[in-house]
């Protein structure tokens, strides 16, 4: 008993040399929980709740990604203030937009409208809607990347080191989020079922896995940004 008595009053050390990898991990763990759900969801009996499917606009997915897009909104805008960096704020301005896109569903509903407002057709296996989204979301994109690339002299090297990181980030982004979603739209009409899945997996599931990416650098860049501010 003195034994162990002598052994509680020990204070218990935690590794947090790591913590980067570990926040990453926790939220790549998280991800990957949510794809399995989806799995289990669709392809299984042991759930019939139709929340835990990626494709499920508001779903339990979903609302962690509109978790994980107002975190890096608000990380940029405190990089931006704390740094007094022009370039961060317009960075910010980029995920306060994804953010509103995601939530309110900005580039569907301006999508629908400019393609009833040009008479689109459908096309190459696309709907006539997916035209007027795809202007919405390049129009975006060209506003808000001139925007940065105008900016991003302006900035000093670790705001240049951060902005090259999130560019590769977001174009991984624009990949599942943006070509995988058409292609998936694409091969609605054919019987390819599994592969039709997959893509649905792997796009809704990639877009989890690179937000997950940003929101962790940024955390890493807040805390270092801090440190420096201090010193």
Not at 110 to 138: C, H, P, Q, W
Not at 207 to 215: H, P
């Amino acid at each position: 008993m003195p034994v162990l008595s002598e052994r509680l009053r020990l204070p218990i050390k935690i590794n947090v040399t790591n913590w980067k990898i570990q926040l990453l991990c926790l939220f790549l763990a998280t991800d990957i929980g949510f794809i399995l759900l989806h799995l289990i969801e669709g392809h299984t009996p042991l759930i019939s709740n139709i929340n835990f499917s990626l494709q499920k606009e508001r779903g339990y997915s979903d609302i962690f990604q509109y978790i994980k897009e107002y975190w890096s909104a608000l990380l940029l805008l405190f990089l931006a203030i704390k740094s007094r960096s022009i370039l961060y704020l317009m960075w910010s301005l980029l995920f306060w937009y994804l953010f509103l896109d995601d939530t309110i569903q900005i580039h569907e509903r301006l999508g629908l409208f400019i393609s009833i407002k040009l008479s689109f057709t459908n096309m190459f296996y696309l709907r006539a809607v997916d035209f007027g989204e795809l202007i919405v979301s390049a129009l975006a994109g060209l506003i808000f990347l001139t925007a940065i690339g105008i900016t991003y002299r302006f900035g000093n090297r670790l705001d240049k080191e951060v902005s090259k990181y999130l560019i590769k980030l977001l174009f991984a982004l624009g990949f599942f989020g943006i070509i995988l979603d058409m292609f998936h739209i694409m091969i609605q009409g054919f019987k390819i079922y599994y592969l039709k899945a997959l893509i649905a997996v792997a796009e809704d599931g990639g877009e989890l896995v690179i937000m997950s990416l940003i929101v962790c650098l940024l955390f890493s860049v807040t805390l270092q940004s801090k440190k420096l501010i201090k010193e």
